[in-house]
């Protein structure tokens, strides 16, 4: 008998071998397959069996070397789902099927489990009586498959979420919890162990002991009832008995899968999956996605609205509006360093958020610190310095300027970069106040297990902790322990200028979770930082009317066909020299234009702001209404490969523009 075998390489296509007639009884749809590939040897995947190839008579199959598996590990979802994730993110079929099928995933693990002694689940007390709203939620999502819980913080959507979840267990279900890092999880974890018992639940993302792993992994293909928390990877997870799938901040752009393949969105992939199982999922947030938010408005879910705290977190945190910078800091106001001290005196703990790492910063106005801007589409300017050339570059749309700039705001001619990140901000604050106990938690102060954003919430819940500066990793973690009654976001203006159409969103989403957390304790503060109080709605924030904002940005993405309103890709292109790489980002837009003119938008060539020096990058983006031409059209691509000098990243629905 010939089998169909897709291998996980970047090859668009499977592969026919001959079973051996001893092994054609243990053959199967979605087993491991060891299989000579070229030189070597590689594990693949059965796609198909009793195949007809149609060859040249010179050309002979090859024997399958073995079976791996005594038994499919995915249920019949495995290739409807495997194909869905194909489709839309512009990866191979084996490279999809290599992660829905991971290599712990096996039958020496099963053999090796041992099933520990059952536990009766503790009773599920709510934290207090269901308010009317939890109750409607409550009904909405045991009445329909995908579901919202969304509005106001604090009211009660977590604890609603959980009861659903307490019933599926109760039921002998399986339900996994996706939360966006390994951060923000701590909480969640404390919470849930709290309700359900730590016999019952399971973490799962890259920190966890591989021996852990292997037992949750064993539950979950044994069907055993069991709570799963784990960041996106575990969407893809082949559970056998998954009820429910609860999604935690669901509008973070972590659960978007793109630093490697296969590309995906763990909250699209949820949803996908619910269709194909028949199990629900809850998607819980303050600040819904506008992708989510689309799928409201085609009534594709079910939304069900918190407009009301719970009656311990009725405090409405007070917004200040103060200039980016100060007569002793370049980062931080005067007012914002003398609200910093006065909190430290009464006790209190700091939170100040800054987007960017290390020293970073941008080119601005020496006289009055405005930003230079693009001529076309007036975001911020980058300065670009190479060997040959020093120039200004506009990230959102490609376009050039030089160096020579006039201040639109004073006429002043002398421009440098300006700013900082997260270690010049510590610094500085480290300079205005010695005796501060400052951390950081960004991503660099995260890159091993004793490096101090490990150290932050525990500095925060014994009082050890003054002021914590951070990225917004430090927004969900950082107020989750202690008593931070001060938060401030120095740089309002580079946040919602980025070179990103989703930007705002970003922005809105960032402050309206500071404003709403700090609600937990009374006479708290939010600063925001910017060189123009009509930069953005304030007023909106001040009443907490996120949905308002969501309103008017999802009219713009309609009028400059954006998502969630129109499919974007990226086209990112690399080469060691900036000739070939222009060379072929020229022939490639140009045979793009030819074929796909008339039914997409391709603009581009935009300069990447991170450059390495090995390599040289620039990207297209692609715009398109047309759903199936737009499938069809990342099928082509994945079927031309360019020449060996060139890398191509294609990324559907892209999340980073820099």
């Keep these: ?47 198909a069996l009793n195949t007809t190839p149609k060859l040249p008579p010179t050309v002979k199959l090859k024997k399958i070397i073995a079976i791996e598996d005594k038994r499919p590990f995915y249920g019949p979802e495995l290739f409807p789902l495997a194909k869905f994730i194909e489709q839309n993110y512009a990866n191979t079929l084996g490279e999809t099927l290599g992660v829905l099928i991971p290599s712990i995933f096996n039958q020496k693990m099963l053999d090796s489990y041992k099933e520990p002694a059952p536990a009766d689940l503790p009773f599920f007390y709510p934290a207090g009586e269901y308010t009317p709203e939890q109750k ?34 109760n039921d002998g279900g399986q339900v996994l919890v996706l939360v966006p890092d390994v951060i923000s999880s701590a909480n969640l974890i404390e919470v ?28 979950m293909l044994l069907g055993k009832p069991c709570l799963t928390v784990g960041t996106r990877s575990a969407c893809l997870l082949p559970f056998k008995n998954l009820k429910l799938t609860i999604i935690f901040r669901e509008e973070s752009k972590d659960f978007k899968q793109e630093d490697a393949k296969p590309y995906y969105h763990a909250r699209e992939v949820a949803v996908e999956r619910a269709k194909l199982t ?9 600040t819904p996605s506008l992708e989510t938010l689309k799928l409201k408005e085609d009534g594709a879910l079910k939304a069900s609205l918190f407009t009301k705290p719970l009656p311990a977190f009725t405090n409405n945190t007070e917004v200040i509006i103060a200039p980016k910078n100060g007569k002793k800091s370049k980062l931080i106001s005067d007012v914002l360093a003398e609200a910093l001290h006065q909190n430290m005196l009464r006790g209190g ?7 960017r790492l290390g020293y970073s910063g941008i080119y601005a106005c020496l006289n009055c610190g405005a930003y230079a801007k693009c001529k076309k589409c007036g975001a911020f300017l980058s300065r670009v310095k190479t060997l040959k050339e020093d120039y200004l570059i506009c990230r959102k749309c490609g376009h050039k300027e030089t160096l020579q700039q006039v201040c639109p705001v004073c006429k002043n001619e002398i421009f440098r970069s300006h700013g900082g990140g997260t270690q010049a901000a510590a610094e500085e604050i480290y300079k205005l106040f010695p005796q501060a106990r400052v951390y950081r938690l960004d991503s660099q102060t995260l890159n091993t297990k004793k490096s101090e954003g490990h150290f932050v919430e525990e500095a925060l819940k014994d009082g050890q902790a003054d002021i914590i500066v951070g990225t917004n990793l430090a927004l969900n973690a950082g107020l989750g322990g202690g008593k ?62 996120y949905l308002e904002f969501a309103q008017a940005e999802a009219q713009f993405r309609r009028d400059f066909a954006f998502p969630p309103y129109t499919k974007l890709v990226k086209l ?3 080469a060691k020299n900036e000739k070939d790489l ?27 702001g991170a450059q390495s020096k090995e390599l040289c990058r620039q990207y297209y983006l692609i715009k398109s209404a047309d759903d199936d031409m737009l499938k069809g059209f990342l099928n082509t691509l994945l079927n031309n490969k360019p020449p060996k000098k060139i890398q191509l990243k294609v990324l559907a629905d892209p999340y980073n523009f820099i």
Excluded at 25 to 44: E, M, N, S, W, Y
Excluded at 208 to 218: F, G, N, P
């Design 1 to 47: 008998m010939n089998i169909s075998v897709c291998i996980p390489v970047a090859l668009n296509m499977a592969f026919d071998y001959i079973l051996p007639s001893e092994l054609e009884d243990c053959a199967a749809l979605g087993l491991r397959v060891k299989v000579p590939f070229g030189k070597a040897v590689q594990t693949g995947y059965i796609t």
């Design 136 to 169: 409607n939620a409550l009904k909405n999502a045991r009445e329909n498959q995908i579901n919202l819980f969304y509005g106001a913080n604090l009211s009660g959507k977590t604890e609603a979420a959980l009861s659903l979840a307490y019933d599926v267990l």
């Design 192 to 219: 849930i162990n709290k309700k359900f018992g730590a016999e019952h639940i399971h973490l799962w993302h890259s920190k966890v002991l591989l021996s852990r792993r292997k037992t949750a992994a064993a539950e």
């Design 278 to 286: 028949g199990g629900k999922v809850i998607m819980v947030s303050a």
């Design 349 to 355: 703990q700091s939170l100040v958020i800054l987007n």
């Design 484 to 545: 931070i009654n001060l938060a401030a976001l120095l740089d309002a203006d580079t946040e919602l200028n980025a070179a990103d159409f989703r930007a705002a969103e970003r922005f809105a989403q960032t402050l309206f979770a500071l404003k709403s957390r700090l609600n937990r304790y009374k006479n708290a503060k939010l600063f925001i930082q910017t060189s123009k109080s009509d930069l953005f709605d304030f007023n909106l924030l001040k009443d907490n009317k």
């Design 572 to 574: 990112l292109i690399s």
């Design 582 to 608: 222009n060379a072929y980002g020229d022939m490639t837009a140009k045979a793009l234009r030819e074929a796909y003119g008339a039914f997409m938008d391709i603009e581009g060539p935009v300069k990447c």
